[in-house]
C-alpha cells in the first residue's frame, strides 16, 4: 500500500476505531490498567502477560509489546 502524503495522528486513529468499528477505547484502557494493578503495587517497571511486556513508567502504562519467548528461553538458561 502506497504511503499517504498526509500525517495522520495517533488521536485520529483512536477516534476511527472508536467511531467507524465501535472499538471500546475507555474500556480497552480499563483493561490494560487492572492487567498492570499487582505489578504497580510491587514498584514493578513492567508487567509481563499472555505474551505481553506492558512497559510502565511510574504508575504510567507507556508502551505494549509481544514478548520474544524465544529471548526469554535463552535468558531462562543462561
Not at 500525517?7 to 476505531?17: E, P, Q, S
Not at 499487582?38 to 508487567?47: R, S, T
Not at 509481563?48 to 528461553?73: M, P, Q
Amino acid at each position: 500500500m502506497k504511503k499517504p502524503i498526509v500525517h495522520v495522528t495517533d488521536h485520529a486513529v483512536l477516534r476511527y476505531l472508536e467511531r467507524a468499528h465501535g472499538v471500546d477505547v475507555e474500556g480497552l484502557r480499563r483493561r490494560i490498567g487492572r492487567t498492570v494493578d499487582n505489578g504497580v503495587k510491587h514498584g514493578a517497571n513492567g508487567v509481563k502477560f499472555c505474551g505481553l511486556s506492558y512497559v510502565l513508567v511510574g504508575k504510567t502504562v507507556v508502551t505494549i509489546a509481544k514478548v520474544d519467548r524465544r529471548k526469554l528461553g535463552q535468558r531462562r538458561r543462561k
